[in-house]
């Protein structure tokens, strides 16, 4: 009998089947995760746009499993509020560097392993601030970074679907989550309190949506669309 697991899953900035929680830091929470899953979860190394970390991943997950089944690339980070003249030019580069390299390094270093699965998938955790048709209603949040490199994701993604009909790939936003990143606007004064718990849904609840629409989806249905964790289509 195969002590191989059906499905093999990396999922990325986890911080925030046998899965691999890749992150940079391991805070209590994931470890708790990981001693209740003991043999389905591992916490592993992760820091985005590093590729010889990347590539060194790739060669565990190789050495184990041979193959992985799909990946979450939801690292990212919103640093920054301001407009696009506002923003420093060093605000841009670091979006950039986890925000788009991370996903694409990633992507190029599991490329073996995606391929070596029957129903890879290759997923990216993006944000309606990357539409550029929501631009006109989402001015007022000044997240120019953070819009930019999720609207550069978005392509990258799209284009990885295109390129390659083997797999499933398809940018997914998580729509208002109550997280670190969203109270920021709260202490940047962009939103409120108030606001953010009538509009927003709890970690918890956002990824049961997430892996149900991730484990659903088909290259027919998702592939290359910009999907939302109710299913639906968001503007590009």
Do not use: C
Request: cysteine-free; hydrophobic content about 40%.
């Amino acid at each position: 009998m195969s002590n191989t697991p059906e499905n093999i899953y990396l999922i990325t900035g986890a911080a925030r089947a046998f899965i691999y929680a890749g992150a940079r830091d391991r805070p209590p929470a994931l470890e708790d995760v990981a001693s209740r899953y003991l043999g389905r979860v591992e916490i592993v190394e992760y820091v985005a746009g590093d590729r010889d970390g990347n590539v060194a991943l790739a060669k565990k997950i190789e050495n184990q499993h041979g193959r992985i089944d799909t990946v979450i690339a939801n690292a990212g980070i919103s640093n920054f509020i301001g407009k696009v003249d506002e923003a420093p030019i060093h605000e841009y580069e670091e979006h950039f560097k986890v925000n788009v390299m991370g996903p694409l390094v990633l992507f190029q270093s599991l490329y073996k392993l995606l391929k070596s699965s029957k129903l890879p998938r290759f997923i990216t955790i993006s944000s309606g601030s990357g539409s550029l048709e929501m631009i006109p209603r989402l001015g007022t949040l000044d997240l120019a970074p953070y819009g930019a490199s999720k609207a550069a994701l978005n392509w990258l993604t799209r284009k990885i679907h295109f390129e390659n009909d083997w797999i499933i790939s398809f940018p997914l936003t998580p729509g208002g989550v109550n997280t670190d990143m969203l109270h920021k606007l709260v202490d940047w004064g962009k939103i409120t309190e108030e606001k953010v718990k009538q509009l927003t849904r709890t970690p918890d609840v956002a990824a049961e949506m997430l892996v149900e629409i991730i484990r659903a989806s088909s290259r027919e249905k998702e592939g290359g669309r910009f999907v939302t964790v109710e299913g639906k289509r968001f503007p590009w």
